[in-house]
């Protein structure tokens, strides 16, 4: 399995309140992305990064900021949680070898009250 | 813009019995094509891709997927199902700047 951690697990906040979560990789590869799962939806993409400091954003960016300092890490941040960024959130990687192939952490379900 | 169709979001199957799952999708040219697999509160783990050439592609656990080019689809197959995959299963296919977009999955419940 692909060396893919991403902390915390699982978090409950409440609205209005700022969230950081993080992903975790050991495999050097140069991609990252976060990802949403909601039911009916399937995954959507938030934000990815294709290096250190170069990050750009998906299809459901709004509200998220994301930030890579470090090839290895990969933060993503409500900045203000609302109800509707309920959702489980995972991260994924890939390499230049194949860009496509995407390996998937294990993911955080985020509850916002 | 790509896009991906799973026209059935649960199908039941009986254990020992074959299975297909239908995904079609949305693009211009010969697409890079994938199947994940999710089992309940894990990530994802790729099934098979399809990328050029044959147009059936053999996957793990005994999964298959043929890539249709008249038809836009990317069906996946197994020929007897185990109580073991039960799961949930996204196609996907490539986006511009190495991304990947995907359907909106099918549950997949075997039956005893």
């Known amino acids: 399995d692909a060396g893919i951690t991403q902390s915390p697990r699982h978090k409950v906040t409440e609205t209005g309140t700022p969230v950081t979560l993080r992903c975790h990789q050991t495999?050097?590869?140069?991609?990252m992305y976060w990802y949403r799962q909601d039911p009916g939806h399937g995954l959507r993409l938030i934000h990815y990064s294709y290096g250190v400091k170069d990050t750009d954003k998906g299809e459901v960016s709004d509200g998220y900021s994301v930030s890579r300092s470090k090839t290895e890490d990969f933060l993503l941040t409500l900045e203000s949680a609302t109800s509707s960024q309920t959702s489980v959130y995972f991260c994924a990687i890939s390499g230049e070898r194949d860009i496509y192939e995407q390996y998937f952490g294990p993911g955080t379900r985020l509850t916002v009250t | 813009a790509q896009s991906v169709t799973q026209p059935d979001i649960h199908i039941t199957v009986s254990e020992g019995a074959s299975l297909e799952l239908r995904c079609n999708y949305s693009y211009g040219a010969t697409p890079y094509l994938f199947w994940y697999v999710q089992s309940p509160g894990q990530g994802l783990q790729l099934l098979l891709k399809y990328f050029s050439g044959d147009t059936l592609v053999q996957g793990i656990k005994g999964f298959e997927a043929e890539f249709k080019r008249s038809q836009s689809s990317f069906n996946l197959r197994k020929p007897s199902v185990h109580w073991s995959d039960a799961a949930e299963y996204f196609c996907a296919v490539e986006s511009y700047g190495n991304k990947l977009v995907f359907g909106a999955g099918t549950i997949l419940r075997v039956k005893s």
């Open positions: 495999e050097n590869h140069r991609y």
